[in-house]
Nanobody
Framework: QVQLVESGGGLVQAGGSLRLSCAAS????????MHWYRQAPGKQRDLVAS???????HYADSVKGRFTISRDNAKNMVYLQMNSLKPEDTAVYYC?????WGQGTQVTVSS
């Protein structure tokens, strides 16, 4: 069993930046992909970004060019750097890997 704990969320003005972190309780080296998802109130949970264990990345069209996902397998950490934030980025952000989920961290972007 692996626990994932997200942190780094908060309230930021439009155009600002946040860096989310996901700490795993055990090695994530064997998790081929790690993901960040987000869920806005009343909406489904959507995939935001993914990163393979060798560093290949994929992004939702809505965040391309603004968000950057990274991982540090040695530290069992996954990150999401979010720049040029927009009000529509407001959501709870979740870390995911191998069917394990974190509890989420709230990101609120004010206009």
């Amino acid at each position: 069993q692996v626990q994932l704990v997200e942190s780094g969320g908060g309230l930021v003005q439009a155009g600002g930046s946040l860096r989310l972190s996901c700490a795993a309780s055990a090695s994530i080296f064997s998790f081929y992909y790690m993901h960040w998802y987000r869920q806005a109130p009343g909406k489904q949970r959507d995939l935001v970004a993914s990163i393979s264990k060798i560093g290949t990345t994929h992004y939702a069209d809505s965040v391309k060019g603004r968000f950057t996902i990274s991982r540090d397998n040695a530290k069992n950490m996954v990150y999401l750097q979010m720049n040029s934030l927009k009000p529509e980025d407001t959501a709870v952000y979740y870390c995911n890997g191998n069917d394990f989920w974190g509890q989420g961290t709230q990101v609120t972007v004010s206009s």
